[in-house]
């Protein structure tokens, strides 16, 4: 179940930024500088951080620094992100699927919140997603008056 929410959050985020010019995808929407295509990117680096690097333990390259930030690098485009996006949450689903269990334990200890469970990882990912869902989902209606999921 927790799976299958985070997956409809994920599906959400992709719709919202699917068809964007990358001018409109790029444009800076808040005053701490948040744009459509950002908000994917840091969602891409939150699961690469969480999944990857605090649970699996695996070490993470320091471009995702970039993206966490919600910037944008030089060369990317919206197919780009959404690709690098797609790709991340798939190498998530094999780290959940590999667990053997939701009360397993992250392999590195969070500054904040220490040791944190699987199932931890999986509900604070909901919760992420579906935050950054209604920031794009405000965005998208700003920028050409789509709503909806």
């Known amino acids: 179940m927790l799976s299958g929410f985070l997956d409809w959050y994920r599906e959400v985020v992709e719709h919202k930024v699917e068809g964007l010019a990358l001018d409109d995808a790029t444009r800076v929407m808040t005053p701490t500088g948040l744009s459509p295509l950002g908000v994917v990117a840091h969602l891409a680096a939150v699961e690469v951080g969480w999944f990857d ?11 995702w620094d970039d993206h966490g930030s919600f910037r944008i690098r030089e060369g990317d485009t919206v197919e ?25 334990l992250s392999a590195r200890t969070d500054d904040v919140w220490g040791r944190v469970s699987l ?3 999986l509900v ?5 997603t579906a935050r950054h869902a209604g920031h794009l989902d405000i965005m998208r209606e700003t920028i050409d008056g789509r709503t909806g999921d």
Do not use: K, N
Request: with cysteine.
């Open 53 to 63: 690097e605090t649970f699996a333990g695996r070490p993470v390259d320091e471009m």
């Open 80 to 104: 780009s992100v959404l690709a690098e996006y797609r790709d991340v949450c798939g190498r998530s689903r094999q780290v959940v699927a590999a667990a053997s269990s939701l009360d397993d």
């Open 119 to 121: 199932r931890w990882i």
């Open 124 to 128: 604070h990912m909901i919760e992420e």
